[in-house]
């Protein structure tokens, strides 16, 4: 047992095993530093500069803020849009003519702080639903697939026992960097992609949240297919002007 015992302190004291110690303390350190001296990658232009004219058929009804300072800490940003929207196009009883347009933009690497998983789990909601989703857009032309998450979540408090209610969530996140970029449906994916640029000069990402509301404003669950076509309607809007206005 002892010759064991003394074999394998031997082993910890070669050469190449202090070396493999030595090269993962100084990768580890180097790593770190990356991520310290990443260069802050700004938007060309506030998101609160969006021209709301260019929204066409959509209108602004609401521009909100958050004002309590712990939720604005727990987003991780201060560059953000809250709006309401009207698709003047659709019928005024149309479970889609309305929605809730949620902006959030990073403009150093995290580990995507928010996410509607995460917020509407915290604020006691149940998730029923979590499907990745497709998004048709045309664009310049020619149609461009972009991914995106199919959330839906229910209210279990016991003051609505026994009423519907249902609400559906959609977001996307896009990341971009020295190194590569693109669309992401989930906030996994979009750490793959950050990690993926951590020797990238430049990284930023950006959260697109939707939601449709009832007339008086409740937060409403569509039906999928209706809801999608809606939000590839919608995204066919917001996303050309963020990518070419705001967006570095």
């Not at 003051?159 to 990341?175: H, W």
Request: charged content about 25%.
């Amino acid at each position: 047992m002892k010759n064991v015992k003394l074999d394998m302190m031997k082993s910890y004291v070669q050469p190449s095993f202090l070396i493999c110690v030595a090269l993962l303390a100084i990768a580890g350190i180097a790593m770190e530093r990356v991520q310290i001296e990443k260069i802050p990658f700004p938007l060309k232009k506030s998101l609160e500069l969006l021209d709301e004219s260019s929204l066409a058929p959509y209108k602004v009804t609401s521009q909100e803020k958050v004002e309590n300072k712990e939720i604005i800490k727990s987003l991780g940003t201060e560059q953000y849009i809250q709006w309401v929207l009207e698709d003047t196009d659709a019928a005024a009883d149309s479970a889609v003519r309305k929605c809730l347009l949620f902006i959030t933009y990073y403009e150093l690497p995290d580990q995507v702080p928010h996410v509607p998983e995460e917020c509407y789990i915290g604020s006691g909601y149940q998730r029923l639903a979590s499907d990745s989703v497709t998004f048709k857009i045309n664009q310049d032309g020619s149609e461009q697939k972009i991914p995106g998450r199919y959330l839906v979540f229910e209210d279990t408090s016991l003051i609505y026992r026994g009423m519907d209610t249902k609400f559906s969530v959609f977001y996307l996140i896009n990341v971009k960097g020295n190194i590569s970029g693109g669309y992401r449906s989930s906030r996994e994916d979009a750490r793959w992609l950050l990690n993926k640029n951590i020797f990238s000069e430049y990284v930023y990402f950006c959260k697109v949240e939707w939601n449709f509301l009832s007339r008086s404003g409740v937060r409403t669950y569509p039906k999928k297919a209706e809801a999608v076509a809606a939000s590839e309607k919608l995204l066919g809007v917001i996303l050309p002007i963020l990518e070419k206005e705001h967006w570095p």
